[in-house]
């Protein structure tokens, strides 16, 4: 964790070497800001048929820790905008979602 899933829609869907760059920048954020491990990081695009509200939809499941409190949150958030706007030129919204370490059940 941190898992980092995008909804596009179909239609605006950027071109491969976009959505690289939103992935290296994404996967910068989360090693810098949030101090995830790199082996930890997951990113995701999801094409989807979009039915109302920002084109983009940007879902943050990560595990909670001290170092990130919400002014860190914050931090990560207005980067990853930016990066979304930059590379997408959609509009986000985003949405992060913290779990404790005892209530993640994972393999692999």
Request: charged share 20%.
């Amino acid at each position: 964790m941190p898992n980092v899933t995008f909804h596009l829609p179909a239609g605006q869907m950027p071109s491969d070497e976009k959505l690289t760059e939103l992935s290296r920048d994404c996967v910068n954020l989360c090693t810098t800001v949030l101090e995830a491990a790199l082996k930890n990081v997951h990113v995701n695009f999801v094409e989807v048929r979009h039915g109302h509200g920002h084109p983009v939809f940007a879902e943050v499941q990560y595990r909670v820790e001290t170092i990130r409190t919400p002014s860190v949150m914050n931090e990560f958030m207005e980067a990853l905008d930016d990066a979304i706007a930059q590379h997408t030129g959609l509009t986000a919204r985003i949405r992060c979602f913290g779990h404790a370490a005892s209530n993640i059940h994972a393999r692999n």
